[in-house]
């Protein structure tokens, strides 16, 4: 985990933005999954044609422990079943299109290739709540946008902290951003600034030692 690059996010406009820059240009809603590498195809194009509304984080920006006061959970659990959804209806959606050339069409029927719409879905079987109310197992959803979810996440137990799609998020970390919406508005998901990593941590690791001490001071 401590070398995971983290979540790059892309600002909350609107989906109907979003979904207006994926047909105006499709590749930009490419993204690829991969366990420790994460890629962003033609970002800067969309500043172009959506200045302000549609700049992908230029770059990434260092965790601030502090957004943890964000989180309507905090747990510490193993995370199990952990899986990418797929958009297949963006990708029906494009394949539908009469006059979408021939390269385009082989890349949306590619079952691999990932869209920025896709996110992860996963359970955590809960072992301790520091902060809110958690049953014992939690369903939560992770939408890392422009640079992509793992595919695979590994064993052992993590702080992660949550928050509810309602809920206020934390403040842009980078330049410029566009944040999707949740995709489940009736689960958790992850606790993420824009622009900087989302809040998971290995449970033995410095970074969850800090914020445990943030959650103290938060408690007193």
Known sequence: MRGWKGAVKLRRSTLSIATTIDRLTPMWHFKRHGSTSHW????????????????????FVSPKFEDVIYADVVVI????????????????????????SAPMRKTYEDPTQGLLSDYARFDIQVEQVLIGHAPSKLSVTWNNSTFGEPEKMGAGRY??????????????????????PSPDLNALTLLQAPCSRAFIYDADSSEAGTIRRILKTRRK
């Open 40 to 59: 962003i195809m033609a970002a800067a194009a969309a500043v172009a044609v959506f200045p302000g509304s549609a700049d992908a984080c230029r770059t």
């Open 159 to 180: 702080l992660i902290a949550l928050r509810r799609p309602n809920s206020a998020s934390p403040p842009l970390r980078g330049p410029s951003a566009t944040i999707w």
């Open 77 to 100: 659990g193993r995370i199990d079943n952990y899986r990418i959804i797929r958009d297949e209806a963006f990708r029906k959606r494009m394949l539908a299109t009469p006059n979408l």
